[in-house]
């Protein structure tokens, strides 16, 4: 055996170096990123976008399925729990957000990659997640008609107890 390192494993793309999951929250980080009104992307642009970042070589055999299942918050678990995309419609995924609906056997299982688990190129992608999921946690309870109605029916008792009030609904019925 040699000391010298393999060229091959000098050459092996970043995508190798990474989780698939971690992989697949890249991807859908780097389209939000670069397509900041679009809401959704599709699961084939998902894979596309990470293709481009793996420079030609090809991705592994199981990133369609995490893109698919094993990362998607709101799909029953089967295997892979992973809470890093949503899907908004069938066959369209975003990016998880806290406040999200999520199947509850995901309970506490990974949203975004650990820093030391990708490269420094995509460090910068966890900084931008964290302004852009509060960002957008603001927006939806800003945009939400029935989170709009909270506290709105907080004068309906503002003379008088609560009790007080179903008593004096009550009064009659017999």
């Known amino acids: 055996m040699s000391a010298r390192i393999d060229a091959e494993e000098l050459m092996a793309p ?3 170096q990474l989780r698939v999951a971690d992989e697949v929250w890249i991807a859908a980080a780097l389209l939000h990123r670069e397509h900041p009104k679009r809401q959704d992307f599709s699961i084939e642009e998902i894979v596309e976008r990470a293709g481009k970042e793996a420079r030609g070589a090809a991705l592994r055999p199981g990133f369609r399925v995490h893109v698919n299942q094993h990362c998607v918050a709101n799909r029953p678990p089967n295997p892979g729990r992973y809470r890093m995309l949503f899907e908004t419609v069938p ?5 998880f ?3 999200d609906n999520y199947d509850r056997a995901r309970e ?4 975004v990659p650990a820093r030391e688990d990708i490269p420094s ?3 910068a992608l966890l900084d931008w997640y964290r302004e852009w999921s509060r960002d957008n946690a603001e927006d939806r309870i ?4 029935l989170l709009a109605l909270r506290g709105s029916g ?3 008792w503002a003379d008088e107890h609560a009790d007080e009030y179903v008593r004096r609904l009550r009064e009659g019925w017999e």
Do not use: S
């Open 14 to 16: 970043i995508a190798q």
């Open 97 to 99: 957000r806290a406040g």
């Open 121 to 123: 190129e995509y460090a």
């Open 142 to 145: 800003k945009n939400d008609p």
């Open 154 to 156: 907080r004068k309906l």
């Open 108 to 111: 506490g299982a990974k949203i």
């Open 91 to 95: 066959g369209r995924r975003r990016l």
